[in-house]
């Protein structure tokens, strides 16, 4: 499982790397379109890395519309000031 949770981590960062490339480079309404879309695959990488976690800590991952599922990392013991302690 750890090379599971490895690989989805590492897609995690790529997105988050591609997404930060588009803001920054965002100068008209399509270009910001696209960063959207980007914000969106990069929501659906970090969720998908949570619920491999999460299930591989034996913990329940509901949806990502439960709030409480994105608290778990917090009552688990992550660095709440460390924004990228899963990435």
Excluded at 15 to 20: D, G, T, V
Excluded at 59 to 64: A, F, G, H, I, N
Aim: hydrophobic content about 35%; glycine content about 6%.
């Amino acid at each position: 499982m750890k090379k599971e949770i490895e690989y989805a981590l590492d897609k995690l960062g790529d997105a988050f790397s591609r997404l930060k490339e588009g803001a920054l480079q965002a100068k008209d309404e399509l270009d910001k379109d696209g960063v959207i879309q980007r914000f969106e695959f990069t929501f659906e990488q970090f969720w998908k890395s949570l619920r491999i976690f999460l299930e591989d800590e034996g913990l329940e991952c509901r949806t990502p519309k439960d709030g409480a599922t994105f608290m778990t990392p917090v009552n688990c013991g992550f660095d709440k000031s460390n924004p990228y302690a899963l990435i």
